[in-house]
Structures are given as structure tokens and as C-alpha cells.
């Protein structure tokens, strides 16, 4: 069965500084993956998504993401965090077959000081 | 577009009871998940449908169950609740999957459920 580990449930950057958070996915063949934003009492909001192609996936708010099949890795970066971006990042996994059953990962509590 | 919409968004409930959830999707999609979200367990997936069809079922007891109406809207009805089924639940809305696997979701903003 498919797994999606967030290595960091916590992380604080300062406004304008970089950020990245790491994903790993354990799964046998080329997986779906997508990177969501939740802020507190909103549902969930899609960043980014790979399916197959480049490795480097570009999304929206500024944000990218790079597929490592070596690593088994899907690590999130924007390269200047806003006060905005504080929310909690999930990452998550599907499978062929799987139809839209996502997988996903517990999730890293982005906190972002002025 | 209007986007997902889920009903009530918030529900108080007791030990015992039943309660049903609605979700409208986007208009055009098919194809809707259930997702629950608590603290302990994070986001765990319940089940889809597509076409008035389960077509995936997530790790949960009988007591949680769908259905799919022919306009594609869903509900979702858990029976006999339990303490531990406070949670957050989220429905998302999706275009049929991609070559077999998944396509990009549309999560509604959630129905917060209280077990008393």
C-alpha cells in the first residue's frame, strides 16, 4: 500500500526568507502527487500536481515542487515566504488504479514571523 | 463555477445517533470523495463515487456509508455515532481520473461534526 511521510510537523520562517518542505511517498510504480494548502477552518486548496513529465513542477502562490524518483521525494519550495503562506501543507499520493483515492501525508504546520 | 459545497457546516450531535452530510460538487464532476480529518488520524479517505457508483472504499466500519444521486451530488450517513467520529469532514469533487490514476480534486470547505 501506498504511504506519504511529512518529516516536519512544525516549521517557522521569516517573512521573505525560503522555504521547503519535504515529502516522501513510498509506492512501487510512478505515482500521482500533489502538494495542498488548508488554512484554519477551510477546506483544502490544490498548490501543485505531478503526474508524469518534468520533474519540476511549477504552481500557483509561487510555489514549485521537484519529483525525485532516486529519493522517493516531492519536496514543496517558494523561494520567498509572505505572512499569508502560514497554513498547514499536505502532501499526497495516488495510484494507478486507484481511481481519485489520495493518500495523504500528516501534514506540516507552516508558521511564518514578521 | 460555483465550487464545492457541503452542508450543514457545522452539527452537533450524541452518542447513538445517525447524521447525514451533503455535498454539492462542481458542476460537470462526476466523480465525488469523502475524506475524514481529525487530530489524531489526519486526512483519511472514506470512499468515492462516481456515476451513482462506490468505485474505491477507504479502512472504516460499515457504520459510514455514501450514495451518489443521478445530478452527482452526495451524501454520506454515519450510523450509531461514536465519540471518536468528531471530526471534520471534507468532500471533494474531481473530473474522472487520468489514465487510471487520479485527477486534480476540489475540496469543499467541510462539515464539522461534534459527537456528544
Known amino acids: 500500500a501506498q504511504s506519504v511521510t511529512q518529516p516536519d510537523i512544525h516549521i517557522t520562517v521569516s517573512e521573505g526568507a525560503s522555504l521547503e518542505l519535504r515529502c516522501n511517498y513510498s509506492?512501487?510504480?510512478?505515482?500521482?502527487l500533489f502538494w495542498y494548502v488548508q488554512s484554519p477552518g477551510q477546506g483544502l486548496q490544490l498548490l501543485l500536481k505531478y503526474f508524469s513529465g518534468d520533474t519540476l513542477v511549477q504552481g500557483i502562490k509561487g510555489f514549485e515542487a521537484e519529483f525525485k524518483r532516486s529519493q522517493s521525494s516531492f519536496n514543496l519550495r517558494k523561494p520567498s515566504v509572505h505572512w499569508s503562506d502560514a497554513a498547514e501543507y499536505f502532501c499526497?499520493?495516488?495510484?494507478?488504479?486507484?481511481?481519485?483515492?489520495?493518500?495523504f501525508g500528516t501534514g506540516t504546520q507552516l508558521k511564518v514571523e514578521l | 463555477k460555483a465550487g464545492v459545497t457541503q452542508t450543514p457546516r457545522y452539527l452537533i450531535k450524541t452518542r447513538g445517533q445517525q447524521v447525514t452530510l451533503s455535498c454539492s460538487p462542481i458542476?460537470?464532476?462526476?466523480?465525488v470523495s469523502w475524506y475524514q480529518q481529525t487530530p489524531g488520524q489526519g486526512l483519511q479517505f472514506l470512499f468515492e463515487?462516481?456515476?451513482?457508483?462506490?468505485?474505491n472504499k477507504g479502512n472504516f466500519p460499515g457504520r459510514f456509508s455514501g450514495r451518489q444521486f443521478s445530478n452527482s451530488r452526495s451524501e454520506m450517513n454515519v450510523s450509531t455515532l461514536e465519540l471518536g467520529d468528531s471530526a471534520l469532514y471534507l468532500c471533494?469533487?474531481?473530473?474522472?481520473?487520468?489514465?487510471?490514476?487520479?485527477?486534480?480534486?476540489?475540496f469543499g470547505p467541510g462539515t464539522r461534526l461534534t459527537v456528544l
Open positions: 458542476s460537470g464532476h462526476r466523480s
Open positions: 499526497a499520493v495516488g495510484t494507478t488504479g486507484g481511481g481519485n483515492k489520495l493518500t
Open positions: 509506492y512501487g510504480a510512478t505515482p500521482y
Open positions: 471533494a469533487s474531481s473530473l474522472p481520473g487520468l489514465a487510471g490514476g487520479p485527477n486534480e480534486q476540489f
Open positions: 463515487y462516481f456515476s451513482e457508483t462506490q468505485r
